[in-house]
């Protein structure tokens, strides 16, 4: 057996490999303190077991996504065993490793559903590659996963940072700030168009999951059982008994966050299994036997009332308290004003760069006239104006600067006052201290102006 001392450089075999874990299974330690040495530093975290009945232990306890896999064993054989566990729910990658390389182990491997078959002896740079692959494979299949579920979910617009300098969203970002670190669960409450969800992914990119995914559910969109097989996935049997599998969206978005909107639209049943989960962090696929421990964070979105919810029975008291941890509630538009300028001119730049057409000029006739109208449908409504009228290229009638057809009639000091301060207000891309320098008037006064036409 070649048993070279390991002198490896990580980098080589990329990232994935670092955030993997490994479960060695052999019956022969010096196998099993060799891999230990080429896999330990180069892997998140690698478990050994010396036969059959310690694995499965192993397996029960903690997730692991590959299993390096010694086919010939005292009591039961490598692939034997994988074979059970497939059907009772493993479904993570193993690679065999065997000094005995028949063609009929290799078929039976095949049909097992082992990823890779390494010979022994090996080098170490043989054994690393085998992993490497797998994890790179899993993380592929993982990011096509989720790049079709956002396809379909389409989100792909509400990408956007959280924008604003009202007092009420630099409260929120105070808020999310310090619980950014956190585990905690947080659900975001307000009407619709409000930026729950645009919320959600700010504190998900300010938390130390930012590079894990943020995976979006509706819960409001499928039927009880959709929902429940699209959030823990499935375990079905064929008809030779081998169990096939499909990873839940609960796995899919491990390590990152689970983000599950319109909460008060989840079934009875799907909200009993949710409360399970959140309480024991651990899932079962329907169908299977084995529970996978989770690393999550939760949050929930609701334009609904939860707590009338609860009263009327439509939602889990339980699961309720669970939930409201932290609650940020997003506010109406109309009640902080002062953003419609910045959102305004954001929305005016993206779009216009996105659709390759021009920008319209967000004149003072304009601003104060969007600044006048009282968004029912909140920042979502005014992104779709904005939308609206870059395609068409005007402003419809409502919102269109009509200081230059003449209504006979002055504008009173307070509107020239009001228009003249939006403007640059605007200039300055909504920064107040910035706007009472260029206006030669106090911060103070510039928020007291706009805390008045907020109201
Ligand atoms: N503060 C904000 N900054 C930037 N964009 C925002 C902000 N708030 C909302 N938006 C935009 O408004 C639209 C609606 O936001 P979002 O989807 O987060 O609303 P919501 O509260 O989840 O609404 P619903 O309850 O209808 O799902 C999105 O296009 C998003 O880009
Ligand atoms: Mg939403």
């Known amino acids: 057996m070649n048993r070279d001392t390991p002198i490896i450089s990580v980098d080589e075999f990329g990232a994935g490999l670092a955030l993997s874990s490994v479960l060695i299974v052999d019956d022969e330690a010096g196998m099993r303190n060799f891999l230990m040495k080429i896999l330990g530093p180069c892997c998140l975290r690698v478990e050994c077991a010396s036969n059959a009945e310690d694995a499965t232990k192993l397996l029960d306890e903690n997730h692991f996504d590959i299993v390096v896999l010694d086919n010939i064993m005292p009591n039961q054989n490598g ?130 999951r930012a590079d894990k995914p943020f995976v979006p559910v509706n819960c409001a969109v499928t039927s009880s059982d959709m929902l429940a097989n699209e959030l823990f996935g499935q375990l079905t049997r064929t008809a030779d008994g081998r169990g096939t599998h499909e990873d839940g969206l609960l796995f899919h978005a491990r390590g990152g966050t689970l983000f599950l909107d319109e909460i008060a639209e989840m079934p009875m049943p799907v909200q009993g299994a949710l409360l399970r989960v959140i309480d024991e962090m651990r899932i ?103 939308e609206r009228s870059v395609i068409l290229g005007e402003f419809p009638p409502e919102f269109n600067d009509a200081s230059h057809g003449e209504t006979g009639l002055p504008d009173s000091l307070e509107a020239v006052e009001r228009r003249h301060i939006l403007t640059v207000l605007a200039e300055c891309d909504g920064n107040r201290a910035e706007a009472a320098r260029r206006l030669g008037v106090s911060r103070k006064t510039v928020d007291r102006k706009c805390a008045m036409w907020d109201g």
């Open 79 to 208: 692939l034997d065993w994988l074979k059970e566990q497939r059907k009772i729910g493993f479904f993570a990658d193993a690679i065999l490793i065997t000094a005995f390389a028949d063609l009929e182990t290799a078929i039976e491997a095949l049909r097992t559903g082992v990823t890779d078959f390494v010979l022994k002896p090996f080098r170490s740079n043989q054994i690393l590659n085998a992993v490497a692959r797998c994890v790179d494979r899993q993380e592929l299949r993982r990011e096509n996963y989720l790049l079709k579920y956002e396809l379909t979910a389409e989100n792909l617009c509400v990408r956007g940072r959280l924008l604003g300098r009202s007092e009420e969203i630099s409260k929120i970002r105070e808020t999310m700030h310090k619980i950014a670190p956190l585990q905690t669960a947080v659900l975001f409450t307000g009407e619709s168009g409000t930026g729950k969800e645009v919320a959600a992914r700010s504190l998900h990119r300010l938390s130390s």
């Open 284 to 386: 079962r696929p329907i169908g299977s036997m084995r529970e996978v421990p989770l690393n999550l964070r939760f949050m929930f979105a609701t334009n609904a009332d939860l707590e009338q919810a609860v009263s009327e029975g439509s939602f889990r008291a339980d699961l309720y308290h669970r939930i409201n941890v932290v609650n940020i509630h997003m506010p109406l538009l109309i009640k902080r004003k002062s953003d419609i300028l910045a959102l305004a001119t954001m929305f005016m730049q993206k779009i216009s760069e996105s659709l390759g057409m021009p920008q319209l000029p967000l004149t003072e006739g304009v601003l104060l006239k969007l600044s006048n109208y009282d968004w029912p449908g909140n920042v979502r409504e005014l992104r779709n104006l904005i």
